[in-house]
Nanobody, 122 residues
Framework: QVELVESGGGLVQAGGSRRLSCAPS????????AGWYRQAPGKQRELVAT???????NYADSVKGRFTISRDNFKNMVYLQMNSLKPEDTAVYYC????????????????WGQGTQVTVSS
């Protein structure tokens, strides 16, 4: 089977930068469409950014111009570059992706990562 594994969270000062990474735990699975979501304490999970297999991107208004979602199809990874971080960006960030394997005949399914905490201090 497979899981989505995130990394890159941590504590950062306001105005700083952080890059999150996401990859399947089993390399036979390829990432199709993917996205990053976040959930702050006491709030609902919200969309941050999405990226299609072909590279088309979409962003929440709150992060436009500051965050960049990207992917490396060769490395089979998705990234979220976060710049000009603000205290209100503090949240658990989750990777979401459709994974599948044509070679091993695993039909595409949606998966969620376990989440990685990003804390922005003022």
């Amino acid at each position: 089977q497979v899981e989505l594994v995130e990394s890159g969270g941590g504590l950062v000062q306001a105005g700083g930068s952080r890059r999150l990474s996401c990859a399947p735990s089993n390399s036979i699975f390829s990432i199709n469409d993917a996205g990053w979501y976040r959930q702050a304490p006491g709030k609902q999970r919200e969309l941050v950014a999405t990226i299609s297999r072909g590279g088309s991107t979409n962003y929440a208004d709150s992060v436009k111009g500051r965050f960049t979602i990207s992917r490396d199809n060769f490395k089979n990874m998705v990234y979220l570059q976060m710049n000009s971080l603000k205290p209100e960006d503090t949240a658990v960030y989750y990777c979401n992706a459709v994974l599948g394997s044509v070679t091993y005949r695993y039909s595409p399914r949606e998966y969620w990562g376990q989440g990685t905490q990003v804390t922005v201090s003022s």
